[in-house]
């Protein structure tokens, strides 16, 4: 079936370093991919969302690229700030009218000064 | 801009009781959701609804009903708490092709 493994449950990095978390899917038809950032006591919100002309998506320093030869779309940015401290969903859409999503467990982010 | 109201923030019941947690959104969405968030496990999906009085299971649709009693409103009952259950419920909206657009949360405690 239609699955989202992200195999970080907590990465813990300085500020300034890079950030990579991981994503990847199975998936039997072409999926949207999506990243979704919680902040402490707020609601999830939608970060980037994958383009199907292969574009790069990019928010707030962040980005992500759909490699559909290896089934990813890990989240990528080049200098950690402290407010990135946050829970990062990856998760997939079929396409169709209902916009339901398949989520990913999660991954902690916890940028230290 | 449009919000995701849910209430209430935080709900504690008892073991046994049946409990109902309420979703309003003003973006005149069509398709609306109820996730379940638990540490470590993800969200899951327990009920959604593509129109007004449409209901479609999700995958954690056991010991739940839901109800969409109009476009702009989506209700979830937990039918029997379970002790020591600990979660968060999340609504969600969305139309077409546009990203979920969450609510933040109600937040359950079982004693």
């Known amino acids: 079936g239609d699955s989202v493994t992200q195999t970080e449950g907590l990465v813990t990095l300085t500020e300034g370093l890079p950030v990579m978390l991981n994503c990847t899917y199975q998936s039997t038809y072409s999926p949207f991919l999506f990243w979704y950032v919680q902040h402490l006591n707020e609601a999830p919100k939608l970060l980037l969302k994958?383009?199907?002309?292969?574009k790069r998506p990019e928010h707030q320093g962040f980005h992500a690229t759909l490699h559909k030869s290896s089934s990813s779309f890990h989240l990528q940015k080049s200098s950690a700030q402290l407010s990135d401290s946050a829970l990062y969903y990856c998760?997939?859409?079929?396409?169709?009218?209902?916009?339901?999503?398949?989520f990913g467990l999660g991954t902690t982010l916890q940028v230290q000064p | 801009g449009g919000i995701i109201t849910q209430t209430p923030k935080f709900l504690i019941g008892q073991e046994g009781q049946k409990l109902t947690l309420k979703c309003q959104q003003n973006f005149n969405h069509d398709t609306m959701y109820w996730y379940r968030q638990d540490s470590g496990k993800g969200l899951r999906l327990i009920y959604y609804?593509?129109?007004?009085?449409?209901?479609q299971k999700g995958d954690l649709s056991e010991g739940y009903d839901a109800s969409r009693e109009k476009k702009s409103s989506f209700s979830l009952t937990v039918t029997s708490a379970q002790k020591n259950e600990m979660a968060v419920f999340l609504c969600?909206?969305?139309?077409?092709?546009?990203?979920?657009?969450f609510g933040a949360g109600t937040r359950l405690s079982v004693l």
């Open positions: 998760a997939l859409s079929l396409g169709g009218n209902t916009g339901k999503l398949i």
């Open positions: 994958s383009f199907t002309d292969n």
């Open positions: 609804s593509i129109t007004e009085n449409d209901l």
């Open positions: 969600a909206s969305s139309i077409e092709d546009s990203p979920l657009y």
